[in-house]
């Protein structure tokens, strides 16, 4: 349970990669500095050289997160290190992994292995793709594993926290409340390591003395211009900024924060003139464009081909099917017959000498689709071939249906469940094939609007009723409640509605699910009222796991959460004060919104609030308000939802 390289999958792969590439901690990347640095005392005292591998405290935070996150997360870290736990912290940047094509891998395959995890809660953390991954597998190894890993939160940020986290909240370091809410970066990373090292030193296997501090270097060697931008150090950036001709003052303020290359790429223009002090305008905007330049031509470098794919555009009605080699005979067959459907397929091409040349070598065919289809078997359940492919389209934000010809939820790795539970599957296992294929083209070509031909509702309900997020369609016969349910992933859209068209917005939410895009509507026992006097103060929602969390926050944690808002026009609806502040909500948040009419009104409606008709008048409406027109132009809805669902 200590993590490590992904050395379960080497074998398989015929992998002989060097050793080390979790271990290069602290002690590794400070022997060749001090090699030019001077110390400040005498030299480290020897130790017991550490196995390598063994790195089993996890640092769970958001990459995407702004620059003076970020730097308190570098503090914690820093002073952790310094703390006896230099070589028990597993943290990417100083894993020198950030810039890697399996970058996004090795972090879910680390959180898979850890004994201990801290994470670093924010609002950002909750609306950002990898950290709520390695939340969702912590959170399922808590409760499956053999020895499920200790976990510590610490709110950096005030945000709504799921209810799933419940457990672990007695203890949590809180950063948000009291005179500590005001306190510096430092004194707040401080009180953490002083909160949780009396727990922290019961888990390390190493208890490495703290080195002594480096002094920078003082001259300038223009290394720099052959390392990454991301691994800069504070006298790399120091050296590009004197190359630059930045004014002396300017560049001690960089050097004061600690500015790195990994800080240095959160910076903002904003940032600089409000934490580093830089008031010169032409000085932030000559930095960032250097910097923007730097990394344009990072991306053209050959090690940098899995940006490059990153960039490149999907095509419409392909698939990619992901499968284990034992499988070739099930792919074959299953390509076949998606060709007969004149459905564009691709596949691996080669195996290669190890995992990253295996990605290499097939990522350009898994960018240029814009669906991946995973066949999941007993083969598939435990390959490395389809575990890295899976995690590869998922950083490139592909949409991933798996084809369940096989119940193996049990045997999934945390990451696999965590990543293919929340997106749809068919299954095939227990339906016919000819059924489970018709699903397959629905979700793949979803229904478009053809002249002089009204599809039937039950067709699109038979289609919808096929298509199920897996933890769904696994979970019965499995036995266990998986989290999170539905109503807990990061919905794609948002409805609102007034409670009088209830059972249509159902069916709006159940056919947007069925084409992949997950949705969040108020659809419960409690109402929102027979008038336009709003009810969501009266009651929280009735299910069990929302017991606490009242609509209101439900709501905005949602809104916020959300890529598109759909709002349900009727006369009531624009007569509601909580529709009202829904689109106020949507306005102020800079979400788009698509308005469908489920009952017929003069565009735009007339007897709406100013601010609604306001928001409304510039927006074109999609007529749903008969059935003939809901089965015609529902397509309308989809396409208009992906268009603003589009990266």
């Known amino acids: 349970n200590e993590v490590s390289q992904p050395s379960d999958d080497v074998e398989k792969l015929k992998v002989a990669e060097p050793q080390g590439g979790t271990d290069s901690g602290f002690h590794e990347s400070t022997k060749s500095a001090m090699k030019t640095e001077k110390t400040l005392g005498p030299p480290p005292t020897s130790h017991k050289k550490r196995k390598p591998g063994k790195k089993g ?62 994470l670093i809660l924010s609002d950002s953390y909750f609306q950002c793709t990898m950290s709520l991954y390695e939340g969702k597998v912590l959170l399922d190894r808590t409760r499956s594993a053999s020895k499920p890993p200790q976990l510590f939160l610490v709110l950096y940020s005030p945000t709504d926290i799921p209810p799933q986290y419940a457990p672990f909240l007695d203890n949590i370091v809180d950063l948000t409340s009291g005179k500590i809410a005001k306190s510096s970066l430092a004194e707040k990373s401080s009180m953490v390591v002083g909160s949780l090292s009396v727990f922290l030193e019961k888990l390390s296997t190493a208890m490495v003395p703290a080195l002594p501090p480096l002094v920078a270097e003082t001259e300038f060697t223009g290394q720099y211009k052959k390392t990454k931008l991301c691994h800069w150090t504070v006298n790399d950036v ?23 290359g990994f800080l240095l790429m959160a910076l903002t223009e904003q940032d600089m003139l409000t934490y580093l002090s830089i008031e010169s305008r032409i000085v932030r905007k000559k ?238 026992p409690v109402t929102r009222g027979h008038s336009s006097m709003s009810s969501r103060n009266a009651a929280p929602l009735s299910r069990p796991e929302t017991s606490d969390e009242p609509i209101t926050s439900q709501i905005q944690r949602n809104m916020r959460a959300c890529s598109v808002v759909i709002c349900c026009i009727t006369p009531k609806y624009i007569q509601s004060d909580n529709c009202s502040k829904d689109l106020t909500l949507a306005e102020t948040l800079h979400k788009p919104i698509v308005p469908i009419m489920l009952r017929f009104l003069p565009w735009p409606p007339e007897g709406a609030p100013t601010a609604v008709r306001k928001i409304l008048a510039r927006l074109s409406a999609v007529d749903l308000s008969t059935d003939k027109l809901f089965k015609q132009n529902f397509y309308q809805v989809l396409e208009r939802v992906k268009k603003h669902l589009q990266p």
């Open 287 to 524: 930095i960032l464009s250097e910097m923007l330049q730097i990394l344009d031509n990072e991306q053209k470098m050959r090690e940098s081909w899995h940006l490059r794919v990153r960039a490149k555009r999907p095509r419409a009605d392909t698939v990619y099917l992901v499968y284990d080699p034992a499988d070739v005979r099930l792919a074959q067959n299953m390509k076949a017959d998606l060709l007969k459907k004149n459905i564009q397929v691709e596949t691996h091409d080669k195996l290669g000498q190890s995992k990253e040349e295996f990605l290499q070598i097939n990522a350009p065919r898994i960018a240029g689709c814009k669906n991946i289809l995973v066949l999941l078997t007993e083969a598939a359940a435990s390959s490395p071939f389809v575990f890295n492919e899976v995690l590869f389209a998922e950083w490139l934000d592909r949409t991933i249906v798996t084809a369940l010809f096989k119940n193996v939820w049990l045997k999934l790795r945390p990451a696999m469940k965590a990543i293919l539970g929340d997106n749809p599957g068919i299954d095939f296992e227990t339906k016919m094939y000819a059924d489970g294929m018709d699903v397959l083209e629905h979700q793949v070509r979803p229904l478009r609007k053809v002249a002089g031909i009204v599809l039937e509702q039950a067709y699109l309900n038979r289609m919808a009723e096929g298509l199920k997020p897996l933890q769904v369609l696994a979970a019965p016969q499995s036995g266990q409640i998986v989290w999170p349910l539905t109503e807990y992933l990061e919905p794609k859209v948002f409805i609102s509605y007034q409670w009088d068209t209830q059972a249509r917005v159902d069916d709006i939410r159940t056919m947007l699910e069925s084409s992949g895009v997950t949705c969040w509507a108020d659809i419960s």
């Open 238 to 260: 120091q050296e590009w900024l004197a190359a630059m001709k930045v004014r002396e003052f300017f560049c001690q303020a960089f050097a004061e924060n600690g500015i790195d």
């Open 57 to 118: 405290i996890y640092f769970s935070y958001c990459p995407e997160a702004a620059y003076l996150e970020k730097k308190f997360v570098v503090e914690t870290v820093r002073q952790l290190k310094e703390n006896n736990l230099s070589e028990d912290i597993w943290f990417d940047k100083d894993e020198k992994n950030i810039d890697a094509p399996t970058w996004f891998t090795q972090r879910l395959e680390a959180v898979e292995k850890c004994r201990a995890a801290i």
